[in-house]
Each structure stands twice: as C-alpha cells, then as structure tokens.
C-alpha cells in the first residue's frame, strides 16, 4: 500500500494543533558577557519565531527567525509565496501581518501569524502566554474598524511529496 502525505492539510492540522502551546515562547541566548538570556522574554516577543518554525518544518524558509521585520523581508524574497492583495480572499494558512501596535509607553510592536479561515487567526499571545486562536483583525472597534487591521498576506504554495 502507498501513501501520499497531504502536506497542505498537515499544515493546517498542525497550525490548529499548536493552539495552547508554549514551545515557542523561548530562545536563550548567551551575550558577549556568558549571560543567557530569553530574546522572546517568555513569549512577549515570539510571534515570529511560532510562524518561522513552523514554515521551516515545511520548507519555506530555511531556518527559523526571532524578529517580525527579518521574517517578513526573507518571505517577500521566496518564489513559493505569494502576496495576496485583497482581505476579502484570506484563505486558511495564509501567513497574516498586523499593523503596529502602539504601547503606552511610547514603543510599537509588529505582530505575524496565520489565518484560520476568513474570520480567525492563530497566533502568540503576549498576554496568555502560548500560541492562541483570536478574531482576525482582533476584533471590531464601536466604530466598525479593525482593532488591528491587517498590513500584508502572504500566501504559502504547497508542492506534492
């Protein structure tokens, strides 16, 4: 008997799966003074090691990345993606960019992730800590904008095995 992986549907298998988890929410480093140290800080900062690890187990890319900005250059240089210009055609699997978000303080964070369907995404959350699933632009303001509206969509093309 042969079988044929469905590597497309593995993806959105495993982005589901990754729902809850905390593997990703570290990356120790050793500084020029032998500390070590968590560059995601527990997963404030981990949104885009989740995505790069899980499109490196696909091979889209070819190692892992820790920040949004490195991500989202090497994505925009590889032929088995694909920008998607319009919202209104996200499909599941489609690699999600968020606008900036400003702090209290003054600094701004960008934020990466994956579409579930049209209306959800899967991401990490800083504040519970683990890979969560959430409403695609996080919401709707009173006004009926989007909390965080959505920058670029890029779309993985899947190869057979």
């Given at each position: 008997?042969?079988?044929?992986?469905?590597?497309k549907?593995?993806?959105?298998?495993?982005?589901?799966?990754?729902?809850?988890?905390?593997?990703?929410?570290?990356?120790?480093?050793?500084?020029?003074?032998?500390?070590?140290?968590?560059?995601?800080?527990?997963?404030?900062?981990?949104?885009?090691?989740?995505?790069?690890?899980?499109?490196?187990?696909?091979?889209?890319?070819?190692?892992?990345?820790?920040?949004?900005?490195?991500?989202?250059?090497?994505?925009?240089?590889?032929?088995?993606?694909?920008?998607?210009?319009?919202?209104?055609?996200?499909?599941?699997?489609?690699?999600?960019?968020?606008?900036?978000?400003?702090?209290?303080?003054?600094?701004?964070?960008?934020?990466?992730?994956?579409?579930?369907?049209n209306?959800?995404?899967?991401?990490t959350?800083?504040?519970?800590?683990?890979?969560?699933?959430?409403?695609?632009?996080?919401?709707?303001?009173?006004?009926?904008?989007?909390?965080?509206?959505?920058?670029?969509?890029?779309r993985?093309?899947?190869?057979?095995?």
């Open positions: 008997m042969s079988l044929q992986i469905l590597k549907e593995t993806f959105l298998k495993m982005l589901e799966n990754s729902i809850g988890s905390k593997i990703f929410n570290s990356l120790l480093a050793v500084d020029e003074n032998g500390a070590i140290k968590d560059i995601l800080n527990d997963a404030e900062f981990s949104c885009a090691f989740f995505v790069s690890n899980i499109l490196t187990l696909f091979e889209f890319l070819p190692r892992p990345r820790a920040t949004v900005k490195s991500l989202r250059e090497e994505l925009l240089t590889k032929n088995n993606l694909t920008v998607i210009p319009e919202i209104a055609s996200i499909e599941p699997g489609d690699i999600i960019f968020w606008e900036n978000k400003k702090h209290e303080d003054g600094t701004e964070t960008e934020h990466v992730g994956f579409a579930l369907n209306s959800e995404a899967v991401s959350s800083f504040k519970e800590r683990c890979v969560a699933r959430h409403d695609i632009t996080y919401g709707k303001s009173e006004s009926g904008t989007p909390n965080r509206p959505i920058t670029l969509i890029i993985p093309t899947f190869q057979s095995i």
